[in-house]
């Protein structure tokens, strides 16, 4: 059973915006409570990088380069999920998007983020 689930993921145009969540089902509730939180993708062909991570708290939050300015993450502790907020896609942003806790062994399956006019 996936510990986490990810969604939200589809088509947007350049410039687009989007937002994908990702539930703790299950044990992955108590990992979740305690743990930070990271979103990661992965594009055809390429080793999969981490976007974006969050504390256990909320604060603070860290994003790499390429999306700082663009992509927001945040988490609700009362729904269990934590969310990637993207604005002014570009093509490069296209992958499969990935929730994890740094403890987790396994992956979800992710969400695919699609990008085209």
């Known amino acids: 059973q996936a510990l986490f689930v990810e969604s939200g993921g589809g088509l947007v145009q350049p410039g687009g915006s989007l937002t994908l969540s990702c539930v703790a089902s299950?044990?992955?509730?108590?990992?979740?409570?305690?743990?930070?939180m990271h979103w990661y993708r992965q594009a055809p062909g390429k080793e999969r990088e981490l976007v974006a991570s969050?504390?256990?708290?909320?604060?603070?939050?860290n994003y790499a380069n390429s999306v700082k300015g663009r992509f927001t993450i945040s988490r609700d502790g009362g729904k269990n999920a934590v969310y990637l907020r993207m604005v002014d896609v570009t093509p490069d942003d296209a992958g499969v998007y990935y929730c994890?806790?740094?403890?987790?062994?396994?992956w979800g399956r992710g969400t695919q983020v699609t990008v085209s006019a």
């Open positions: 994890k806790a740094p403890a987790a062994t396994t």
């Open positions: 969050i504390s256990s708290s909320g604060v603070p939050t």
């Open positions: 299950g044990n992955g509730r108590y990992v979740f409570e305690v743990s930070s």
